[in-house]
């Protein structure tokens, strides 16, 4: 079955899992109520949590990135029920009284752990921004917000992959061939990000980006249920509620960071958008007004220009064999970590070309596994990602439960002959979503609810990124690159320049990640919202972005 649980070996599975978690989770429920104050108390909480998202996020990844629809379903389904139950046991009174009980005792908690302390109060913290404190009624509009919720995140996330169509005979013929023809119709997947053709680029960004009536409801209908929540628990904003577990704590103090940096950011994203503007100017004089569907462009195409640093002439250094055994070196000089390929049982994977790797340290033994799922496939969302399947934590036996996780990138499959080639943002890609992998695998944490990547959201971040820093340090990447056919290293010049080009309209790149950041802050701020959200989008964009609102987008 599915990463070695005998019940996935077909979509019913899914069924037998989740009614076993959900039964499961019954008994240590009422365990917990009878259990007296203690480190028990927190054990068994911490087995409930493991119980249930065992199944929620292994589904949760499979009804993503299966191919087989009714496998995908089946997972939905097990992750909406037992989503909806999770969402009942944060408001079951009698389940929280039994923390409660733990919480008030000093002379207990006192005689705690600082971990098994931490753990308790991050339980309660879940039951409070669930409104534990308020009656049954509310207690149940709560669950039902949540679980609608839930429902609109899944129909907008769908809806957001989805192409648009067009007659393409609104379209010039010549740009045609871009786009995938449906009898008469063309189909738009994508933005076209990296297409030369600035007409194309255009054309994608106001087709794909245009308004869809059934998604925005969606949007205005989730930010709407999101706010009824956050208030009916005692929050002023969903973003309050949002915010409260996080580095940041609260949005003044988000805005205030936002503000600052935009204030920084300001003379030198003004400066790289006249530089982008000046290259359009040549490359397209009859239309040289820079556009949001020109940045993500020609700002690569500065940094190639400028740096000569063509993707073509890096690839042939970067197989994807040698930037593993270049992460399997460093993991190993800096954690003492290595990489080891595992044959997979039958059924135990979703596709043929994903690869198993056993975490291997060279004191502690096993630490977990890592499922590469790195190569396109129709279907697949392209995201690079890193899933949760199984958490770590130490059972009850002694033994430690071992992580699993899935890391999903969407390399091209590699032409006849060669290896798969990775471009400069695909090594750093995998260097970065690795970087979660091994959060994941070196957290070692005696509670499920606290290992890893479950985290501070804005903590978690922190590992991927400490490792594109070594992917971008001639240091490292000397010790690795070697080109597939004649085995020569590549040569500093070429790392330096590439590192470099990564400063290349770095600003323009993160006022684009201000104006994103704002604008959810908007979105989950006061409501009612004073404006649609179009609306606010657009008054968000010219103020905070510097590049203009395309209407009917």
Not at 285 to 291: A, V
């Amino acid at each position: 079955g599915l990463f070695g649980v005998p019940e996935l070996s077909c979509p019913e599975g899914f069924q037998e899992a989740q009614d076993r978690a959900l039964q499961e989770s019954e008994q240590l429920v009422q365990k917990a109520c009878s259990t007296p104050p203690g480190p028990e108390t927190v054990m068994i909480f911490d087995q409930l949590s493991d119980s249930l998202c065992r199944v929620a996020d292994l589904a949760d990844f499979v009804k993503i990135a299966h191919p087989d629809f009714a496998f995908r379903e089946a997972a939905e389904e097990a992750c909406r029920n037992i989503g909806t139950m999770v969402e009942k046991l944060n408001t079951d009174v009698e389940l929280c009284q039994s923390l409660r009980r733990l919480l008030a005792d000093e002379v207990v908690m006192n005689s705690l752990d600082p971990e098994t302390r931490r753990v308790a109060e991050l339980f309660m913290f879940d039951f409070e921004i669930s409104g534990i404190h308020l009656d049954e009624e509310k207690r149940k509009k709560a669950v039902n917000l949540n679980v609608k919720i839930l429902d609109l995140c899944n129909e907008f996330l769908t809806g957001a992959h989805l192409p648009n169509k067009i007659d393409k005979h609104v379209l010039p013929e010549h740009i045609w061939c871009n786009f995938l023809a449906e009898g008469n119709y063309l189909q738009v997947a994508g933005l076209h990000a990296d297409c030369p053709d600035d007409l194309v680029r255009e054309a994608a960004y106001k087709i794909f980006l245009h308004p869809n009536a059934e998604q925005l409801s969606r949007l205005e209908e989730l930010l709407a249920s999101r706010n009824s929540l956050a208030q009916l628990v005692g929050y002023n904003t969903f973003a309050h509620r949002a915010l409260k577990g996080t580095m940041a704590k609260n949005p003044e103090a988000v805005k205030e960071f936002l503000e600052k940096l935009s204030d920084q950011l300001s003379k030198r994203t003004q400066k790289d958008f006249e530089i982008m503007t000046k290259m359009k100017m040549k490359l397209n004089p009859q239309n040289s007004k820079l556009m949001p569907w020109d940045h993500p462009y020609y700002s690569g195409l500065l940094r190639a220009e400028r740096y000569n640093i063509d993707p073509g002439l890096y690839c042939p250094f970067f197989s994807l064999g040698a930037c593993m055994e270049g992460l399997n070196s460093l993991f190993s000089q800096l954690l003492g970590i290595s990489l080891y390929a595992e044959q997979t049982q039958r059924g135990e994977v979703w596709s043929e070309d994903v690869r198993k790797l056993a975490v291997v340290h060279e004191t502690e033994g096993l630490l977990g596994y890592i499922y590469c799922d790195f190569f396109q496939r129709p279907d697949k969302p392209h995201q690079d990602c890193h899933f949760t399947v199984r958490g770590g934590r130490l059972k009850e036996n002694g033994e430690y439960q071992l992580p699993v996780v899935v890391l999903m990138l969407s390399l091209p499959h590699s032409a006849r002959g060669a290896p798969t080639l990775l471009s400069p943002g695909m090594m750093e890609n995998l260097f970065h979503e690795m970087g979660h992998a091994m959060h994941s695998m070196l957290g070692r944490t005696r509670y499920q609810h606290v290992t890893g990547t479950r985290c501070a959201t804005d903590f978690a971040e922190v590992p991927s990124i400490l490792m594109e820093y070594f992917a971008n340090d001639y240091r490292v990447v000397n010790q690795f690159a070697r080109h597939y056919k004649t085995g020569q290293p590549l040569p500093k010049n070429m790392v330096s320049r590439l590192c470099e080009s990564k400063k290349v309209c770095a600003a323009a790149d993160m006022q684009l990640q201000v104006f994103y950041a704002a604008l959810d802050q908007i979105y989950h701020g006061k409501h009612p919202l004073k404006k649609s959200t179009t609306e606010i989008l657009k008054e968000t964009q010219e103020k905070l972005y510097g590049l203009p609102y395309v209407p009917n987008t």
